[in-house]
């Protein structure tokens, strides 16, 4: 069965760094796409960035562009981010999500399927 | 960017009930458009996919409608295991969540 499992949390100092890894296993690891996706304390589920299958792509929510980096190594069904100057307005659960595409109409369209646990990053003082 | 729009932002029904969540795009997203439960700490879990699709495994009750950029949530009798938050979420271009509806159980 599928499993993604998230580490590297914790609680970081205003403009420091931090690292999360989600490890995959159950799946094809390097035929589809992943996410990392934020939920802030009490508030709805924010899309941060995905990575390609083969890591050739990258996209990035407007609010993290530039202070976070996506990776995934598809020998060892990891994915990485990579954040940096850290906000208060980072604080929350990150979840790492497999994704899923649809290729009928030409063009690929990847819903979400599956999700890890989440897990706690805390920026404060 | 495509913004999502979801209302009501809480709802409170009976058991048995017909429930409908409604989300709306700030473009035409026909037809990729997902719903999610999460359940009260917990991850969100996918429920209904490309508008209609139901993911293996969701109780028929649940069901989705919907086209350009109107879309709907259909709980045909509620349960008490529905208690939850409810997301749509676009992926026509990037992907885009709304910002939840709680269901609550009278």
């Known amino acids: 069965q599928v499993q993604l499992v998230e580490s590297g949390g914790g609680v970081v100092q205003p403009g420091k760094s931090l690292r999360l890894s989600c490890a995959a296993s159950?799946?094809?690891?390097?035929?589809?796409?992943m996410h990392w996706v934020r939920q802030a304390p009490g508030k709805g589920l924010e899309w941060v960035a995905v990575?390609?299958?083969?890591?050739?792509?990258?996209y990035y929510a407007d609010s993290v562009r530039g202070r976070f980096t996506i990776s995934r190594d598809n020998s060892k069904n990891t994915m990485s981010l990579q954040m940096t100057s850290l906000r208060a307005e980072d604080t929350a659960v990150y979840y790492c999500?497999?994704?899923?595409?649809?290729?009928?109409?030409?063009?690929?369209?990847?819903?979400?399927?599956?999700w890890g646990q989440g897990i706690q990053v805390t920026v404060s003082s | 960017d495509i913004q999502m729009t979801q209302s009501p932002s809480t709802l409170s029904a009976s058991v048995g009930a017909r429930v409908t969540i409604t989300c709306r795009a700030s473009?035409?997203?026909?037809?990729?458009l997902a719903w999610y439960q999460q359940k009260p700490g917990k991850a969100p879990k996918l429920l209904i996919y490309k508008t209609s699709t139901l993911e293996s495994g969701v109780p028929s009750r649940f069901s989705g409608s919907g086209s350009g950029t109107e879309f709907t949530l259909t709980i045909s009798s509620l349960q008490p295991d529905d208690l939850a938050t409810y997301y749509c979420?676009?992926?026509?271009?990037?992907?885009?969540f709304g910002q939840g509806t709680k269901l609550e159980i009278k």
């Open positions: 979420q676009q992926y026509h271009a990037h992907w885009t």
């Open positions: 473009q035409n997203i026909n037809p990729w």
């Open positions: 159950g799946f094809i690891f390097n035929d589809y796409g």
């Open positions: 999500a497999k994704d899923i595409a649809d290729c009928t109409t030409g063009s690929c369209y990847a819903h979400l399927d599956y």
């Open positions: 990575v390609w299958y083969d890591g050739n792509n990258k």
